[in-house]
């Protein structure tokens, strides 16, 4: 018994090293990394330049958009002390989505939902080199500390006491909408899926959870009309295109647009494929029942994705929705199976997940490497950029001049800023950095006389995947050219 004791606290060292080295690596390499893969975006300076208004002093918010999530609002202190870089704002989520993972292999190891130290590892393993989860910790999106939020909801049912545990519960989801909207069908089907599987077992917990929640929206709805602003987000949620709408313009119009509303994840069929081999081999061996984290994973993703593409959409960012339950759900059923075909089938399946998602990405970064340094972009607005200059800039090169200028737009948001803009607004601009073929549009919609400085960079590579429409393996390079306004005389 003593030497059971002395081999277990021994696993127990040996798991926590394997764990903080693994997520210390990832996190180190992603950070240092941060800007050269993959090239800026639009949604980066979307969910940053609230921040950014604020420290600038213009008040937090967004011109011509509306943004009103919780890591907008976080993203301020991030700011103040690691500055408003494209390195910095991407750092953010690296570190929400390292703090997920640590969240969740505590949640699996206190709940037992994966019994041996060697699966829990190989859970972290798979997640990171999964593609929807790259997608999700390599931009600057809110997507990690989406994750770290769902790792949270599932490492608060470990909590023994149920007095404590109900608390918690309550105080979290009481946060959940203001995180963000699309947490809610999440939420929602946690407690459909648990009350399907457990019944009674859980209703304090399910109850708990959807009063705070809805406590939660009600609050976020008062607050945004006491500050004038909830029919610009009403603006904006309407403004989204979700499954109705796709369903009735396939319908109406014979036209079936996917884009950001599936998922374009290469590595999920490997997993989804792989959990249901593996939950039929352990089902017929009478190993689980349909109280077993497996079939709680399948059927929790089976309902979000009905739910999401119903009511909503499930684009390649919101991957982590549905990879992370089926993860822990295809490592919880490898505990429970002995070595064998099957099992190596399933691995073997996890491996080719492996190669889609870190395979993948790593092709697409190789193909135009030499474009991917991001520092030629500082460096290159550090001599075209004057500090007393307000420009209209292309998104790829957005957070560099904003670093510089005095102010800068960008061109859309939900649609396109010019029409929007005052006239007071457009005659402000002093610089243009955007792709020649941008020219003629942006100098008839600002007007003025714009004279070419010749300064310009643009890309030398090639991207592999061309311009199909996949997210970031196919996010278009920086392509700048510098146009400044004739002085009035």
């Not at 606290?9 to 040996?14: A, E, L, P």
């Not at 946060?175 to 009350?195: C, D, E, K, R, Y």
């Not at 999920?268 to 039929?280: E, K």
């Not at 991001?374 to 670093?403: C, M, N």
Request: proline residues 3%; positive net charge; charged residues 15%.
């Amino acid at each position: 018994m003593k030497r059971q004791a002395i081999d277990e606290k021994v696993q127990r060292v040996r798991e926590g090293w394997a764990v903080s080295l693994f997520l210390l690596a990832f996190l180190i390499f992603n950070v240092v990394t941060a800007t050269s893969y993959p090239f800026p975006h639009l949604d980066e300076c979307v969910q940053a330049e609230p921040a950014i208004n604020y420290i600038h002093g213009q008040g937090f918010g967004i011109r011509f958009d509306e943004i009103l999530g919780m890591y907008s609002f976080l993203l301020v202190p991030w700011m103040k002390l690691f500055g408003s870089s494209l390195q910095s704002i991407r750092s953010a989520d690296i570190v929400s989505m390292t703090a997920a993972f640590l969240v969740l292999w505590s949640a699996v190891k206190r709940i037992k939902i994966i019994p041996l130290a060697s699966w829990r590892v190989f859970l972290l393993i798979l997640l990171a080199t999964e593609y929807g989860m790259i997608v999700d910790y390599r931009n600057g999106r809110y997507d990690g500390f989406g994750a770290l939020l769902v790792t949270v909801l599932l490492w608060l049912m470990s909590i023994k006491d149920q007095r404590t545990r109900l608390c918690c519960l309550f105080v979290v989801c009481m946060f959940v909408p203001w995180a963000g909207l699309q947490f809610m069908p999440v939420l929602f089907t946690a407690g459909v899926s648990l009350f399907l599987i457990f019944r009674w077992r859980f209703w304090m917990e399910i109850a708990v959870s959807f009063l705070a929640s809805v406590l939660g929206v009600a609050a976020f709805f008062l607050v945004a009309a006491a500050n004038g602003r909830l029919s610009t987000l009403l603006t904006f949620i309407r403004g989204q295109k979700i499954g109705i709408n796709v369903i009735s313009d396939w319908i109406h119009h014979g036209q079936l647009d996917l884009h950001n509303y599936i998922p374009a994840d290469f590595s999920l069929p490997f997993l989804l494929t792989a959990a249901a081999i593996l939950f039929v081999h352990l089902l017929r061996q009478k190993k689980i029942n349909l109280h077993s984290a497996i079939f709680f994973g399948i059927l929790f993703d089976v309902l979000l994705s009905i739910i999401m593409l119903t009511i909503a959409k499930l684009p390649t960012y919101y991957s982590y929705m549905i990879v992370i339950p089926i993860a822990v759900a295809l490592c919880s059923g490898l505990a429970l199976c002995e070595p064998g075909k099957l099992r190596n089938a399933v691995l073997i399946l996890c491996s080719l997940s492996a190669v889609a998602g870190a395979g993948l990405h790593a092709a697409a970064y190789i193909g135009n490497y030499q474009d991917r340094d991001y520092s030629h972009l500082e460096q290159f607005v550090d001599q075209t950029v004057h500090a007393d200059d307000i420009a209209y800039v292309d998104t790829t090169g957005y957070l560099a001049v904003r670093q510089r200028a005095r102010d800068a737009y960008f061109p859309e948001t939900e649609g396109l800023i010019i029409p929007l803009m005052s006239q007071q607004q457009k005659d402000s601009i002093t610089v243009l950095l955007i792709p020649l073929s941008e020219l003629e549009y942006t100098t008839n919609g600002l007007g003025g006389q714009w004279q070419e400085t010749g300064q310009m960079i643009a890309p030398t590579g090639r991207n592999i995947f061309g311009n199909r429409r996949v997210g970031l393996v196919t996010f278009r390079p920086i392509d700048l050219a510098v146009y400044r306004r004739r002085s009035r005389s």
